[in-house]
């Protein structure tokens, strides 16, 4: 528990003053004496394991110099003073806490926690006591305690009323802990004391967001930074993604399989992220939950979802912070799409076969009549794939996010894997021509 806040006001003709400690964990107790060491460490090098007949007098000889190593309390040359009487010594930690001896270090998403004492120094004893207990922010104000429907009855002189309150940190900036008391002191005369304690909640990580996208798939990266001065533990980093998205978790150790964020693990290993800037990349792969959902590409909606972010300290104090929305790419508003529906497994040279497409219409309006046909830009020398027949195909219309099947009868004039593109679709009510909606491989046999 650390001391009390500072900017307390206090007034010189009161006879209650409050006290406010900070209630948080410990830290461990660091020895600062000097090294100790083991002179068995001078003696033996690394490899002494690797000659069999050594090895087998190392016990005799560990045990003998253990035997003179003891520190002698009548020796007051304090020759042992650097000699290990304990392997943990090594480690610097003797095994003690120190509780904090300042107000410390708040940060966003802790819980602040304080011990407040309201003691009375006079000689009186003061009744009926009224104490509330509030937390003051740039935004709003926030009760934490309030005695008004039974106040304490009674302080006597000398003696004290103790609470504990807590509060979630949810804002940036400047907090004050204000504690006020209404009470009759021992002049029977109603006194009103205000006390303010100050602090300043500060950032404890910054996230950084990138998107990229690669056709129906979105990429987000995430970069966790820690700006606290103890290294933070991250027990939960998961994205929750928006409606009619689903997000995967890529991880670097396993690119054959891909962890679902809907299944949470019950038990695993914390991610550490070190004190003064340590950083740690987080990797999702985001989907459109129903590929075929055509409102949602009408919408254009640019939200991906948010980061639910919950870490420990060293000693396992909790944090929690949940990011804005975060944005990805404008999704493209496309009136219609072209998909292939089936391509026949063999295609001869010179032969007809049969594409079956379907015509989407992404709106929420009818589209149509429509006129298909094949873009005539390329030469007849370039073109591998032509119409067997008719050049224009005549579509009805579309209704409203609906869509609308066909097939193009095709011939292929030259063999090899050839592209089938160019298909062109003209609304001849809008005037409007829609064209490189699709490209499609196919492999051309000569027999």
Not at 98 to 121: D, H, K, R, W
Not at 152 to 180: N, P, Q, W
Not at 224 to 246: C, G, R
Not at 365 to 371: A, I, K, Q, S, T
Request: aromatic share 8%.
């Amino acid at each position: 528990m650390s001391g009390g806040g500072g900017g307390a006001t206090q007034q010189a003709a009161h006879s209650l003053a409050f006290r406010v400690m900070r209630l948080c964990r410990p830290t461990l107790h660091v020895d600062i004496s000097p090294l100790k060491f083991d002179p068995c460490d001078l003696l033996f090098g690394e490899d002494l394991f690797d000659d069999p007949i050594a090895a087998s007098h190392l016990p005799r000889l560990l045990s003998s110099q253990s035997n003179t190593s003891t520190s002698d309390p009548s020796d007051l040359s304090y020759r042992s003073r650097f000699l290990l009487q304990h392997p943990t010594e090594s480690l610097g930690l003797p095994g003690l806490l120190v509780l904090p001896q300042s107000f410390g270090a708040i940060y966003l998403g802790e819980t602040f926690c304080s011990y407040v004492s309201i003691n009375n120094s006079s000689s009186f004893e003061v009744r009926d006591v009224v104490i509330k207990a509030e937390m003051q922010t740039e935004r709003q104000r926030i009760l934490l305690l309030d005695t008004s429907k039974s106040p304490v009855e009674s302080i006597r002189a000398g003696g004290r009323y103790d609470f504990i309150v807590e509060h979630d940190v949810k804002e940036l900036g400047a907090h004050t802990l204000v504690c006020t008391a209404l009470y009759t002191d021992g002049d029977s005369e109603r006194k009103y004391l205000p006390q303010f304690f100050k602090f300043i909640v500060s950032n404890p990580l910054s996230v950084r967001t990138k998107v990229r996208s690669v056709k129906d798939t979105t990429f987000l990266e995430a970069c966790i930074e820690n700006h606290t001065k103890s290294n933070l533990y991250m027990d939960q980093v998961e994205f929750e993604p928006a409606q009619n998205w689903t997000a995967t978790l890529l991880k670097a150790d396993d690119h054959s399989s891909e962890h679902n964020l809907s299944t949470s693990e019950t038990s695993k290993e914390p991610i550490l992220i070190r004190s003064g800037g340590g950083i740690y990349n987080y990797l999702y792969q985001l989907k459109l939950s129903s590929p075929d959902s055509a409102q949602l590409k009408a919408d254009g909606s640019k939200i991906l979802g948010k980061l639910q972010i919950t870490w420990r300290t060293n000693l396992g104090e909790p944090g929690r912070l949940q990011t804005q929305n975060i944005l990805g790419n404008p999704i493209t508003r496309k009136e219609i799409e072209l998909h292939a529906v089936e391509i026949p497994p063999v295609i001869i040279l010179e032969n007809s076969f049969l594409v079956s497409l379907n015509l989407v219409n992404l709106t929420d309006r009818v589209l149509g009549p429509f006129e298909v046909s094949l873009s005539e830009q390329d030469s007849l020398d370039e073109r591998a794939v032509m119409v067997n027949g008719l050049q224009t195909m005549t579509l009805g219309e579309v209704q409203s996010f609906s869509s609308l099947s066909f097939t193009l009868n095709l011939i292929a004039i030259k063999h090899g894997i050839q592209k089938i593109s160019g298909i062109t679709v003209y609304d001849t009510i809008e005037k409007k021509t829609y064209d490189s909606l699709l490209e499609l491989e196919i492999y051309v046999d000569s027999e």
